[in-house]
């Protein structure tokens, strides 16, 4: 490539890059002002709510949202750039030099990969820390919730019998869980009592339940500050059960799933998180090839509107088929590997073909 060329491209990925960038910024500020008012209304019952405690979380739970609004960034500032280049002519003057689109769209997705490469290996462990930091605020800022109905559900067997733990929330990843309920068994798998507890605390082999109240089948419910319940499972093993795969760090996936299968659990939710961000810098790149396609015709023909929609939908479309193969990855219906790189397959392949039809019919 010729000096002219370099720095062309070099032009051109500058000019990607600050356009992404300058969509980031504006969407974490947007979902960080969002947030904040959202958590200010549900402290408004909170006595004595401290702005700087609210504004705390509210700022370590943003940059998780922002991360799955990363490809559509990606989208949108790739779509600005060029409409921008195409406006002020500068696509025209990069034609007459002697650069095809396929020349001037390269450096973007040279940049996107390496966006993606750093999301995935940088941003997401730092993400998936400071949302379980998030977790503990939120517990300290709202209090701990009491009733029972868990959305988290962990299984035991010790030589008391077995017991079921359900728990509404985890900090830690589920070495702290709050609003417990426990239904404890004999060995003979016949109902003994139920536990409601305010938290658990697992320690090395016991859970310690804090503000129990515990309903025996054949005697009247008995309060109690603390009590301790044998349990046979590590961390790792309550980590598996209770830490929802967005926040584990990408470098940690890999022993989740081992540890998951060692264990015999299921497995597939964080086999397709970690498909998805190994996928992340193609589904980038794919999307620069979605925005180019809708992107490159010049402002003196018109239509601009028309191709802005088309990109947005675009990106829609591909979101609705990425919560489709996560869904039926869920319902094992679809191998994690495939529903983390259909997306990327779909959107790279529609922009590309669509490329081709428009610069080599």
């Known amino acids: 490539m010729s000096i002219q060329g370099v720095t062309l491209a070099r032009y051109f990925g500058l000019r990607f890059l600050s356009a992404v960038t300058a969509v980031f910024i504006s969407i974490i500020a947007l979902t960080m002002l969002i947030d904040y008012v959202e958590l200010m209304r549900r402290a408004s019952d909170v006595p004595n709510v401290s702005a700087v405690l609210v504004a705390k979380t509210s700022i370590f739970r943003v940059p998780q949202i922002a991360e799955r609004l990363m490809p559509f960034c990606v989208l949108i500032g790739a779509m600005s750039c060029y409409l921008n280049l195409s406006r002020r002519l500068e696509l ?171 264990v015999g659990l299921t497995a597939s939710g964080y086999r397709l998180q970690f498909q998805k961000l190994l996928a992340k810098p193609f589904l980038f790149a794919a999307m620069v090839f979605l925005a180019a396609a809708v992107s490159l015709r010049f402002f003196r023909f018109g239509g601009v509107q028309k191709m802005v929609l088309s990109g947005v939908t675009a990106g829609f479309l591909l979101y609705v088929l990425s919560k489709v193969t996560d869904d039926m990855t869920k319902a094992e219906l679809l191998h994690p590997v495939a529903a983390a790189w259909l997306p990327v397959l779909v959107g790279g392949i529609t922009g590309i073909v669509a490329l081709l039809y428009q610069e080599d019919g």
């Open 92 to 262: 025209v003057i990069a034609r007459a030099a002697g650069m095809s689109a396929w020349q001037f769209i390269s450096p973007a997705v040279v940049v996107a990969f390496v966006i993606g490469i750093a999301a995935t290996v940088i941003y997401n462990p730092i993400s998936a820390a400071l949302q379980e930091q998030s977790k503990r605020l939120e517990a300290k800022l709202f209090g701990q919730e009491t009733s029972g109905g868990g959305t988290f559900w962990v299984r035991q067997r010790t030589d008391e019998g077995q017991a079921i733990i359900s728990a509404k929330s985890s900090q830690q990843q589920g070495v702290q869980l709050n609003g417990v309920s426990i239904f404890a068994f004999d060995n003979d798998d016949r109902f003994k009592e139920r536990h409601e507890a305010k938290s658990a605390i697992l320690e090395a082999t016991t859970w310690r339940l804090i503000d129990v109240r515990s309903y025996p089948l054949d005697a009247a419910p008995r309060d109690r500050a603390e009590l301790l319940l044998p349990t046979n499972l590590t961390r790792e093993q309550v980590r598996e059960s209770f830490a929802t795969p967005e926040t584990v760090p990408f470098w940690d996936l890999p022993q989740y799933i081992n540890i998951a299968e060692r």
